[in-house]
C-alpha cells in the first residue's frame, strides 16, 4: 500500500508560470488536504477537500486552487506562480474531514521553487 | 483565533538523556492534541494523540505526552533518546466535532542528538 503519492518531488518554476501538484491516495479517505510548509511557520492548510466534489478554503488560500473529481486525486494548481510560493508542499488525508479525531496522514512532500 | 506554540525552536540533547518537548495550545474547548515527528526530507508521521480520558497518552517510538488543562499544555517526553530521534517535532489541534478537520500547526522544534 502506498499510501500517498505526490508529484513532483521537487520542481523549479519560473514566475507567472502555471503549476499543478499531483497528490493521490489509495486509502480511500473522504478528506484531503494540502499544506505548505516555511520555515518558522509550521504548516499552513491552504485548501481542503471533505469529501469528492467539495472543497474549501484553508489559512492561506490566496494564488491556489484545487479540485477533487474522485476520492483519490486532488491536485493543486497554481495559476501564475510568484517567489512566494517558493515552499515545501505537503498533501494529506484523514477518513472523514468533518471530526478532528481523526489522524492525518501525508506525502512525503513537493519542494517548489519559483525564480 | 486558535494557536500552538512551541517555545523551543532547537534542542540538543545528549543520547541516552531524557527529552521533554514543550507544546501550548490556545483554544477555547477540550481540543484534539497531536504530535507529528518528520525526519530530514521526509512528511509527517504521526506519533501520538490525546481525544479524551486519560490525560497521559502513550504513542510510537517510546514517546509519551501530557495534557494539563490548567496550563494549556501537551508537553512531549521520552526518557531516554536514541539518535535516531534527531528529527523536527511538530504540535498541532484539531477542531472538535462540528467544525472541519483544520489542523494548527506550532512552529516545530528541532531536535539534535549528540552521541
Known amino acids: 500500500i502506498a499510501g500517498i503519492t505526490q508529484a513532483p518531488t521537487s520542481q523549479i518554476l519560473a514566475a507567472g508560470r502555471r503549476m499543478t501538484l499531483r497528490c493521490t491516495q489509495d486509502?480511500?479517505?473522504?478528506?484531503m488536504y494540502w499544506y505548505r510548509q516555511d520555515l518558522g511557520l509550521g504548516l499552513r492548510l491552504i485548501h481542503y477537500?471533505?469529501?469528492?466534489?467539495?472543497?474549501g478554503k484553508g489559512e492561506v488560500p490566496d494564488g491556489y486552487s484545487v479540485s477533487r473529481a474522485n476520492t483519490d486525486d486532488f491536485p493543486l494548481t497554481l495559476a501564475s506562480a510568484v517567489p512566494s510560493q517558493t515552499s515545501v508542499y505537503f498533501c494529506?488525508?484523514?477518513?472523514?474531514?468533518?471530526?478532528?479525531?481523526?489522524?492525518?496522514?501525508f506525502g512525503p512532500g513537493t519542494r517548489l521553487t519559483v525564480l | 483565533a486558535q494557536s500552538v506554540t512551541q517555545p523551543d525552536i532547537h534542542i540538543t540533547v545528549s543520547e541516552g538523556a531524557s527529552l521533554e518537548l514543550r507544546c501550548n495550545y490556545s483554544?477555547?474547548?477540550?481540543?484534539?492534541l497531536f504530535w507529528y515527528v518528520q525526519s530530514p526530507g521526509q512528511g509527517l508521521q504521526l506519533l501520538l494523540k490525546y481525544f479524551s480520558g486519560d490525560t497521559l497518552v502513550q504513542g510510537i517510538k517510546g514517546f509519551e505526552a501530557e495534557f494539563k488543562r490548567s496550563q494549556s499544555s501537551f508537553n512531549l517526553r521520552k526518557p531516554s533518546v536514541h539518535w535516531s530521534d534527531a528529527a523536527e517535532y511538530f504540535c498541532a489541534v484539531g477542531q472538535r466535532p462540528g467544525g472541519y478537520n483544520k489542523l494548527i500547526f506550532g512552529a516545530g522544534t528541532r531536535l539534535a542528538v549528540h552521541p
Open positions: 486509502m480511500r479517505h473522504n478528506a
Open positions: 477537500s471533505n469529501t469528492a466534489g467539495t472543497t
Open positions: 483554544y477555547g474547548a477540550t481540543p484534539y
Open positions: 494529506a488525508s484523514s477518513e472523514d474531514g468533518t471530526s478532528g479525531s481523526h489522524e492525518q496522514f
